[in-house]
Nanobody, 126 residues
Framework: QVELVESGGGSVQAGGSLRLSCAASGRTISGYTVGWFRQAPGKERELVSMTSRSGSMKYYADSVKGRFTVFRDNAKNTGYLQMNSLKPEDTALYYC???????????????????WGQGTQVTVSS
């Protein structure tokens, strides 16, 4: 069993930055893909970014490319999402999720993730 706890959300003005953390416990996440999803009111949950277990495969939604960076520190059992140049449309509840990924292929669908955090709110004002 893997437990995930997000932190780092908050309220910022447009153009600001936040770093989200996803601390894992229960098992080492070195064998897991870590994904970051977000869900805004009235919208579906969407994959924002993902890093495979080795970090060799990364994904960014078009809307965040060039602004967000996903990375992980397996020694700390933690994943991160660095968010720069934030826009009001980035406002959402952000979740991290983990999926066992021994073949290091990455995971792109919410259905592929077994473990989820409780979410952390990001609010960007104009």
């Amino acid at each position: 069993q893997v437990e995930l706890v997000e932190s780092g959300g908050g309220s910022v003005q447009a153009g600001g930055s936040l770093r989200l953390s996803c601390a894992a416990s229960g098992r080492t996440i070195s064998g897991y893909t870590v994904g970051w999803f977000r869900q805004a009111p009235g919208k579906e949950r969407e994959l924002v970014s993902m890093t495979s277990r080795s970090g060799s495969m990364k994904y960014y939604a078009d809307s965040v490319k060039g602004r967000f960076t996903v990375f992980r520190d397996n020694a700390k059992n933690t994943g991160y999402l660095q968010m720069n140049s934030l826009k009001p449309e980035d406002t959402a509840l952000y979740y991290c999720a983990a999926s066992l990924d021994l073949l290091d292929r990455g995971r792109y669908s919410p259905d592929q993730y077994n473990y989820w955090g409780q979410g952390t709110q990001v609010t960007v004002s104009s």
